[in-house]
């Protein structure tokens, strides 16, 4: 399957984009062969050179000239006195032969030296054009081997070019749970919003519980609106009295809520303590039956504590004469007394905080997305009070439900679950691991009861910013100092740029609010999260930025395409504590277990990415087994292609019979 046709999977958790080059770059075009290398100097036709040859060969010559010109005229003599009796004929004769052969021989090496004078120019005519056809040959063969190195290179730079750069993180959804150790508010947005929307769109349904208090969810509202959905936003304390979410539990399992939420006060981590309080409670709900509401049980807890007059909780009707009787007898009486009284004045402070609770709870249109979050002007204390009894109603509701026929169909994350106890963390775990439902839990701190649970069971581990010395030694260790990864450069910019990123939520169901319609996109998750989300809106401010730092141009092994910079440069760090508390924003070092051993893999949780026209959904292992097996395909390599087909074999000759 080409990368290009990956498609949205909801058997996978997208945690964030991988920045991998599977083809290095080709570097610049090969360079024109220049005219000293193809040319070499060849000499002209030189007219001196020439007229210095005659030159020579007229002073060689001119002795032979000469003989042969005095040996011509004794020639002429002696024929001219032979013939005119002077001479006897017979001197006359022998004296002419002689003369003219010495005429002839002269004239005879004087043809030879002309002619070994003409052929050397002829040589040397021929050799300078024998040189110019060897130089238009070279010119040739060179421009044809830049036209094939040329050639290759371009198909090198398409390859480059048009390769993927951003490659998916993904892990499977066997994986039970993700735990994501340190990172910042834009960082926990940035995860968040890619981990939700990823499943909204595949079919599934979120809950989110926000302790942060840094309204890491409003993207993903936002998102969801624009998605078709309407999504359901309890901002507490103030929507308390919206907020049925455990108020149909059972007496047995309100019981054991209430007597988390108290524990929250509580330093120690030994179950003595919860189970008293939990006894109290489940003998208070005895009394007051099914459907109590939390103003019920704290009216009987001061009755209990002796606090207050009770009369005025009979002319309220939160108890009766009859409730109120069975509470002063319920115990007994004696040293225990003090014990009970000194609980169950400590359980009603605690509860106190959720009198409200459910007591205004309309019908509310299901939603697949819901966000429970903590307002920040109210008290830390009261917000760890509020955060444990919606995680401990939920790991409630969670019991009861059936499991899942899909793993991750439900997805909770919890945003700063350092501030739940272990065990509400461990029960929480337990519940969502028994009814098939994915839990993120994020860390801004790892404590020590962090630490006991990182990456505990079928769990994947995620890494952020480490803002703390020792957490950054104990995520280095975790992760193995072995490791190399490398950063894009975009994950550098759009973290700094992502800084002063801030929001708050706006409640969906309080009585004043007005539920906006929803906003249909189509359907198109990468055009919503352009239009939705302020990761999308900053995208391009990111890279046009990191163009500007490259010289106002796309940046080193850059291009651009459709107005938008696509970066091509990356570094490598070593994994150190120090290079942890330096990690950009949206960084996230991902580390979990398959059947191929440990992975560790650098991913950036730009939901922004997914709009790139150069990212697939398609993880690079894959992607890049799947470009091997179709290279393959394309060029075999000689022991895989299949044998020629050469028909049947020749019979086999028989060394005994005569053969024609």
Known sequence: MPPDAAQLQADRIYLGWQYVLLHPDPGPPPKRPSREDTEPPIPEEDPEWLRRERLQEDLLNRPLRVLRAVM????????????????????ALVGALATGGVAAVSGYNLYRGGRAARARAAARAERLERLRQERDKAIVRAQQEHAERYREWAERKAIYDNQMTWYAVAVPDEVDRIDVAGGTIPGWSALVTLIGATRLYSGGHITVLDLSEGAIARDLIELARRGGDNPLVWVLPGDLPRLDLGVDLKPEAFADVLAHVVSVSEDHHTTRDLSFDNAILERVLEVLGEKASIRQVTAALRALAQVGDPREDLREGLLTAHQLERIGTMFGRGVSDRVVIERAWALESQLRKLEPLGT??????????????????????????LGTYVAAALTHILRQSPPSERPWYHTIIVAGAE?????????????????????????????????????????????????NAEDARVAAEHIGTQH????????????????????????????????????????????????????????????????????????EGGAAENGRVVLQR???FLVEPERLQQLPTTSVIV??????????????????????????????????????????????????????????????????????
Request: proline share 8%.
């Open 72 to 91: 011509v005229g004794a020639t002429a003599l002696i024929c001219v006195a032979g013939v005119g009796g002077w001479l006897d004929w017979r001197f």
């Open 360 to 385: 205004a709870a309309v019908r509310l249109p299901p939603a697949r997305l819901r966000v429970v979050s903590m307002d920040r002007q109210s008290g830390v204390f009261g917000n760890r009070v």
């Open 419 to 467: 501030k739940l106890r272990g065990d509400v963390l461990d029960r929480l775990m337990d519940a969502c691991e028994t009814a098939r439902a994915g839990l993120v839990l994020t860390y801004r701190a790892l404590t020590p009861t962090v630490r006991e649970r990182l990456g505990r069971g079928n769990a994947a581990v995620a890494f952020m910013r480490l803002g």
């Open 484 to 555: 190399r990864l490398e950063i894009a450069h975009f994950t550098e910019s759009a973290g700094a740029a992502a800084e002063g990123m801030g929001a708050t939520y706006t409640s969906t169901v309080s009585g004043g609010a007005t539920r906006e319609p929803a906003r249909t996109g189509g359907g198109d998750l990468a055009e919503d999260i352009t239009r939705s989300t302020e990761w999308g809106r900053r995208a391009s401010t990111a890279l046009e930025t990191t163009a500007g730092s490259a010289g106002g141009g796309p940046p």
């Open 570 to 572: 990356s570094r490598e």
């Open 591 to 660: 580390t979990h277990t398959t059947a191929e051993g440990r992975q560790v893999r650098l991913a950036d949780a730009n939901p922004a990415i997914l709009t790139f026209p150069k990212t697939t959904l398609g993880e690079f292992e894959e992607v890049r087994r799947a470009m091997e097996a179709a290279e393959r395909e394309r060029n075999p390599h000689p022991k895989d292609r299949p044998p020629p087909n050469l028909g049947p074999p020749p019979p086999r000759l028989d060394w005994r019979k005569p053969h024609r």
